[in-house]
């Protein structure tokens, strides 16, 4: 048995360890590798030039001494990536720790009150920023340059007015002294409360609607606006946050040092916007995670005091500050630059296929021996189809299809001039198939599987299955429902043809030739849906066999079709219904003699076989040359072929000179004629079947006839 | 030879009699010796400055290390680098360290940065010396300045020579650093007692330049412009205060306009009083100063506990003026 | 922008161009200051006024050229500490003066062409990548270059006072170097071509590489130029000062520059704004500041007062020409 049978468990062993890499690189946390690994080197360097480095006492102390700052990366990482800067923390952060301070020293204010009221102004002089940035749209970093300067001054007077009254520090209150040296469940409260804020905010960023409204904000205002989202609003309601997480960051370093100096949060800007970057937070804004930033507040903060205990000259500090920044800077540059190729080089996993001997096709007494069949086709809507992939006909002859543009038309019956729009479900609409209650039910590439009711009504049927769980890639989301067939019971079986690839690279899946495609079946009395079958290379077309007992899939980059037995002795198990075919199938519809109709959409060449036997030579072929440039398998030429129910080729019919049907992905027999669809065709075509049973059409053969239609037609 | 062997014979009655007597002088050994190797053995001495970049902390870190060092103590410095919060780090850190200094020799920022620190350093068993600037917190020794006495010590002069009964103004004008630090804050106490006994004089500013010469210049200029008739002007520190003296220069009122400034008395007080920068320092000698903190390990190395130990060693002022001008009141880092 | 020839001169034509206003602005203020402050209108104070802002008003000049072009030097304090304070460092040392002044020239030109290199070649951002390299140099020179924070002027070098200390015709030097290095500026901007050259880099980076105009060595060029510029800073600073003192570069300096560009109207967005904004702007403060220190306020007020009239330009500036958020450039902070 060639590897092209369906041997599902084997294909997914052989593919799945070395996608393994590629879609953990593609997950969003593989951002944060890199800070990652640069967090632990340097914790690790550290470790092991100062002893006790590592020890709980040590690690509490530091976490003790940098949670402030740390609470004010949170606040600056936010505005970054609201797409702003906030150069003002410091001066924020050093007027709030005045108020506190003299709040509580000078009014006597209990500690309860003057957090709240510091953290309050706090929020006030975000806003200012929040306005002028936000709102009016200014330059941030101009504006909080400035309104930098101001508060500065403002604190600067304070001291001079106030200063040598707070000079000696506070008195020790139970709760202050708590703030700042109490400690909580082991952690220093300071921590604690940074933790609860870090938290907080990731759930804001990564759940909330809010979240993904600040990202979208940062990523591109502009889109942002047109969407709908209040730019400026949300642009002003993270610089008012950042301004109350300097305030309470301030509280917190009174409640610890007491001290009010002209030094106070001075450079905080600079060491707060060094761990942001090197936390892999683009300064464009939308990029980035709370989790990248802490850490690269930690790289920050464990060099600069590393540096500091082992007695190293502040000089030296600074040009290490320096160094770094540039460094990582440097790489976020590149980083940015050449992720997409490093992805999607890594991504695709190409997989060995050893395909069955291609049957020769300039041979004249093959089955599939070239003739012209198709060159006297009628043309319908000639240009005024873009791409009918799949064509279906109702009870009354109507025409229907679905195109590029997201649409599903139809042409009326009997003469198939008039056209219009059926329902728009958006997506690519693809396979088309009527149920019991003449539903048009429809595969809708890019969203599921949808249906549209007589009357033009659109209803989602699913659009999620179960995620595979030894996949690291969440696949729950159905992204290429490709063709679908209804069992009398109403059942729903549709292929999804790859779950690692989408509407706009799904050709690159032929590359990989690793089994990624499933049968998935829609139940509509439990509005589950189940996976079928697992480990098809690249699930197509899909015909329920004429006895209603199997159900017939094409594995397009297998060039074979499969049969799953859902009925009968055999239920549950598959075999080869066509084991090796001389291309790319696509659609399989039911014809009118118990026999069916296949559409073959691209002849397969020695070259592609060859290609398919050296997966090493496509993984080199991915990462070395331009996308542009790559062996992709061909679908420009094809034919439709006519098979009885033990696959024997009965039939072929060509267009030899592609000057109708080059590339055929379907064809449905309705009333004596077959009708043509094409992916990339502009046209549908239609030609008399002299031998077909003039009254025959895929409703009656589901469904049984109607007698009041029956007397119509 | 007669006069020899007299003088031999005399000398060995002597010694003789001496050893009868009970006191002994060849033979005895140096009682301190063994307890003072003892106190200094293995030990470790921090040195934890406000910077490395300044004339006193460089001389005081070099005399320090080196009179240490010779002793047998092991000595070595954190550099805070102009950081409050660089310096808190550096004591946290030797709260948690298993080797911690025995002694700690502290330069503060200001008063209350680092006082929770040091309370607890001293909690936990560390000898403390704050050198110059002290925290709000008492410990073992203060080696420094005595601010307050400063204050008084220039007020008066300030009025002595300000005073309107003289034909000055009376007007002054005071450059301070930080305004929080305890220079600062305890001159200005001296100053305050001063200068309220004698409403003459009228301190028309008195800003802080944030230990900074270019600002100092600039508050002085713009002090020089709205007041004229300016008396003096007095910086806290003559690390700022050379640009106050600059901008007085600028504006051609050297020795019009008095200047005057304290400081550790490097080679460039000396020059500044001799060029005409400066008409009186009061230098409080760091090279002296760093002496004093050495006498200070050395006592707290050999004294077991020294919970109690509370001593200040307050550094002895020199006025150092055109007239009592003398090279050797300066000392130059080499 | 490329500067077009102007057929006709009108009021309201003349009030598109931001230097005009801002000009208009100054004229006023001082009318006033002239009116109601006695001692302001009088030759000796128009000579301290004038050669307090010429240090910044020649950092100025340096960095319209950076912003016009597209970039941004947040580096300039750094060097002018680094390469003055050396220079300081090497003469007490004994060193020539000829030879000192070559080591901090060849300083000064490697970093601009680090920065320069960094910004066009790495294409990383100028903003963080100056900031990177100002940390680093100000490291280096604590570490390296000088002994103290404050490395004074020796006593022999009397020619050297000069620069920042002496007078001209009646002008002081500093405000005589102002003025060439604006006039040399402006001529650069307006009548060469790699000025326009700058402009056009500065307004649209991308059209400016495809149609042929050689972005990358021009970054570089104008990274370099900065940093000369702000060599030439430093050394009139620690002439008039009788020193260097490099925490300078941990101070306000950089952001008063930034000012003085923006209020004399160079856009950060890069490709508008010209030189004679920037001497007005330079002029502005100074009118400010000295205005402020005759009315008896001390220097606290006096910032407080410079940075609230700043953010109140810039507010005023943005409401006469608002953004269009449909036109308006993405990803500039």
């Known amino acids: 048995m060639s590897e092209t049978a369906y041997q599902p468990f084997k294909r997914i ?18 951002d944060s590798l890199i800070p990652f690994t640069v967090t632990v080197i340097t914790i690790a360097i550290f470790a092991s030039l100062l002893e006790g480095y590592l020890s709980t006492v040590n690690l509490g102390s530091l976490a003790h001494q940098f949670s402030e700052t740390a609470i004010v990366v949170l606040a600056m990482g936010l505005v970054v990536m609201v797409g702003g800067i906030d150069l003002s923390v410091g001066s924020i952060f050093a007027l709030a720790n005045f108020v506190a301070l003299y709040l509580i020293i000078a009014l006597e204010v209990p500690v309860g009150g003057a957090v709240v009221l510091t953290v309050l102004m706090g929020a006030g002089l975000g806003a200012v920023n929040g306005l002028l940035c936000g709102i009016l749209r200014m330059r941030a970093f101009i504006v909080t340059l400035v309104t930098m300067i101001i508060f500065r001054g403002i604190v600067s007077l304070l001291l001079l007015k106030f200063g040598s009254e707070l000079a000696l520090g506070a008195e020790d209150t139970p709760l202050w002294s708590f703030l700042g040296y109490g400690s909580v469940l082991g ?99 939308g990029r980035g995670s709370i989790a990248r930033m802490v850490m690269g507040a930690l790289v920050v903060m464990v060099i600069t005091n590393g540096m500091v205990r082992l007695g190293i000259r502040g000089g030296v500090t600074e040009m290490a500050t320096g160094a770094i920044l540039l460094f990582a ?87 198939y001039t008039r056209r219009e729009v059926f329902a728009r479900p958006g997506g690519r609409p693809l396979g088309l198939a009527f149920d019991r209650d003449d539903n048009l039910i429809t595969c809708v590439a890019g969203m599921g599987l949808y249906g549209v009711r007589p009357d033009g009504e659109i209803f989602k049927l699913t659009d999620q299955s179960r995620r595979t769980w030894w996949r690291l890639r969440d696949d729950s989301r159905i992204l290429m429902a490709d063709d679908l067939d209804i069992a009398p ?56 066999s004429h006895d209603g007992h199997s159900i017939l899939v094409v594995e397009s980059w297998g060039s074979c079709v499969q049969r799953h037995w859902i009925n009968g002795p055999k239920k549950g198990t598959t075999e080869p219904f066509i084991a090796n075919l001389p291309g790319f199938a696509d659609n399989i519809n039911r014809a009118s003699d118990g026999t069916y109709w296949i559409a073959i959409a691209g002849i397969r060449s020695p070259l592609w076989d060859l290609t398919m036997k050296s997966p090493g030579f496509r993984t080199r072929m991915i990462k070395r040359i331009p996308r542009d440039e790559w062996i992709f398998p061909n679908l420009n030429a094809g034919f439709i072929a006519k098979v009885d129910e033990t696959g024997q080729i009965l039939d072929v019919l060509w267009d030899r000179f592609a000057t109708h049907h080059p590339s055929v992905t379907s064809m449905r027999e309705h009333r004596g004629y077959l009708y043509i669809g094409g992916l990339a065709n502009n046209r549908i075509g239609r030609i008399k079947l002299p031998a077909a049973d003039p009254t025959w059409m895929g409703q009656d053969s589901y469904w049984g006839t109607r007698p009041a239609e029956a007397s119509e037609a | 030879m007669k006069k020899l062997m007299c003088g031999m014979a005399l000398s060995l009655a002597a010694s003789i009699v001496l050893q009868a007597g009970g006191v002994a002088i060849a033979a005895q050994t140096d009682s301190y010796r063994p307890s003072f190797a003892e106190a200094v053995k293995g030990k470790k001495v921090g040195l934890v400055f406000t910077d490395m970049n ?38 946290e850190a030797y709260l948690s360290a298993s080797d911690k200094p025995d002694v700690l020799i ?56 300000c005073s309107p009964e003289n034909g000055k103004s009376g007007k002054v004008a005071l450059v301070q ?41 600039d508050i002085t200029t713009t002090v020089l412009q709205q007041h004229p008739d300016l008396c003096a002007v007095y910086g806290l520190w003559d690390g700022h205060h050379v640009g106050s003296a600059e901008a007085i220069k600028e504006a051609g009122l050297q020795g019009k306009v008095l200047s005057y400034t304290n400081g550790a008395g490097s080679r460039k007080a000396c020059d500044s009083v001799s060029s005409g920068l400066v008409d009186k320092y009061w230098s409080y000698d760091s090279k002296r100063q760093a002496s004093d903190v050495v006498t200070a390990v050395v006592s707290l190395l050999q004294t077991e506990d020294a919970s109690d130990t509370r001593v200040a060693v307050y550094s002895p002022l020199t006025l150092i003026s055109k007239e009592t001008l003398d090279p050797a009141m300066c000392f130059d880092l080499d | 922008m490329t500067p077009q020839p102007r057929k006709m001169i009108s009021l309201a034509g003349l009030l598109e161009e931001r230097w005009a206003v801002l000009a208009l602005v100054t004229a006023l203020i001082i009318v006033a200051f002239a009116m109601f402050l006695p001692g302001f209108f009088t030759v000796e104070n128009w000579v301290a006024l004038i050669r307090s802002v010429s240090v910044l008003g020649i950092l100025g000049v340096g960095a319209a050229i950076v912003i016009i072009a597209g970039g941004i030097d947040i580096c300039v304090v750094a060097i002018m500490a680094a390469t003055a304070g050396w220079f300081l460092q090497m003469t007490q040392d004994g060193a020539s003066v000829a030879l000192a002044f070559s080591l901090c020239f060849v300083l000064a030109l490697a970093i601009g062409l680090v920065n320069g290199v960094l910004v066009s070649f790495f294409e990383m951002p100028a903003l963080l990548v100056t900031i990177g390299t100002a940390m680093f140099l100000s490291g280096l020179t604590k570490l390296v270059l000088v002994k103290q924070s404050v490395v004074y002027v020796p006593e022999e070098l009397v020619d050297f006072r000069f620069i920042g200390q002496g007078y001209m015709g009646g002008i002081p030097v500093p405000v005589i170097a102002f003025v060439c290095f604006a006039v040399i500026g402006h001529i650069f901007l307006r009548k060469t071509r790699y000025g326009h050259f700058i402009y056009a ?45 490099i925490n300078i570069s941990h101070g306000t300096l950089i952001f008063d520059v930034f000012l003085v560009a923006v209020i004399g109207g160079v856009s950060l967005s890069g490709g508008q704004g010209g030189i004679l904004g920037v001497a007005i702007g330079a002029l502005l403060i100074g009118v400010l500041l000295n205005g402020m220190t005759l009315m008896n306020l001390n220097n606290i007020y006096q910032d407080l007062f410079k940075a609230t009239a700043l953010l109140v330009a810039i507010v005023w500036d943005s409401l006469l020409h608002p953004v269009d958020p449909e036109t308006a450039r993405e990803g500039d902070l």
Request: charged share 20%; glycine share 10%.
């Open chain 1, 489 to 544: 019971d109403g059942r729903i079986f549709f292929s999804e043809a790859t779950v690692r690839y989408a509407l706009s690279d799904w050709i690159v899946d032929g590359l990989e030739a690793a089994g990624n495609g499933k049968l998935l079946c829609y139940d509509p009395a439990t509005q589950k849906t189940t996976t079928v079958l697992q480990g098809l290379l690249f699930a197509n077309g899909v015909c329920l």
């Open chain 2, 177 to 217: 650093g930080d305004i929080t630090a305890p220079d600062s804050f305890f001159q200005m106490q001296g100053m305050q007692l001063v200068f309220d006994a004698h409403p003459e004089i009228q301190v028309v500013s008195n800003l802080g330049s944030e230990w900074d010469s270019s600002k100092a210049r």
């Open chain 2, 54 to 91: 300044t004339d006193l902390t460089l001389i005081w870190a070099d005399i320090i290390e080196r009179d240490l060092n010779q002793l047998g103590v092991e000595t070595e410095i954190r550099d805070a680098n102009w950081s409050p919060e660089t310096q808190v780090q550096a004591l």
């Open chain 1, 13 to 30: 062993t052989r593919s799945v360890p070395k996608q393994v890499i590629g879609e953990a690189l593609n997950k969003p946390w593989a």
């Open chain 3, 201 to 245: 880099r500065g307004d649209n980076p991308e059209t400016a590489r495809i149609i042929g105009l050689p972005t990358r060595p021009l970054v570089v060029g104008v990274f370099v130029i900065s940093a000369l510029v702000a060599l030439c800073a430093g050394i009139i600073t620690a002439s008039a000062s009788g020193g260097m003192n």
């Open chain 1, 329 to 415: 800077i440097l790489f976020d540059v590149k980083w940015l630059k050449h992720k997409d190729k490093l992805l999607n080089s890594t991504f695709v996993c190409p997989v060995k296929l050893t395909m069955p001997p291609l049957p020769d096709l300039t041979d004249k007494n093959s089955p599939y021996a070239v003739n012209d069949r198709l060159r006297d086709v009628e043309v319908i809507g000639l240009d005024q189809v873009d791409g009918p992939e799949d064509v279906i006909l109702d009870r009354a002859g109507n025409l229907y299809t679905g195109v590029r543009q997201g649409e599903i038309l139809r042409f009326l019956a009997p003469d």
């Open chain 1, 187 to 285: 952690l220093p409260t300071n921590t604690i409360i940074f933790l609860f804020l870090a938290v907080g905010g990731h759930v804001l960023l990564t759940r909330t609607r809010l979240g993904a409204h600040i990202i979208a904000v940062g990523g591109s205002r502009l889109a942002a606006r047109r969407a709908g989202i209040p730019a400026g609003r949300i642009a002003m309601g993270v610089y008012v946050l950042s301004g109350a997480l300097c305030a309470l960051a301030a509280v917190l370093y009174a409640s610890r040092i007491g001290s009010v100096s002209y030094t106070t949060g001075k450079h905080l800007e600079i060491l707060v916007l060094t761990a942001v970057i090197l936390g892999g937070v683009s300064l464009g804004g």
């Open chain 2, 106 to 161: 502290i330069q503060n920022f200001n008063l209350t940065a680092a006082a929770s620190p040091i309370k607890r350093l001293a909690e936990s068993g560390t000898k403390m010396v704050q050198l110059n600037m002290r925290s709000r917190v008492d410990t073992n020794y203060y080696v420094g300045a005595d601010w307050v006495g400063i204050g008084e010590a220039v007020a008066n002069e300030l009025v002595a020579d």
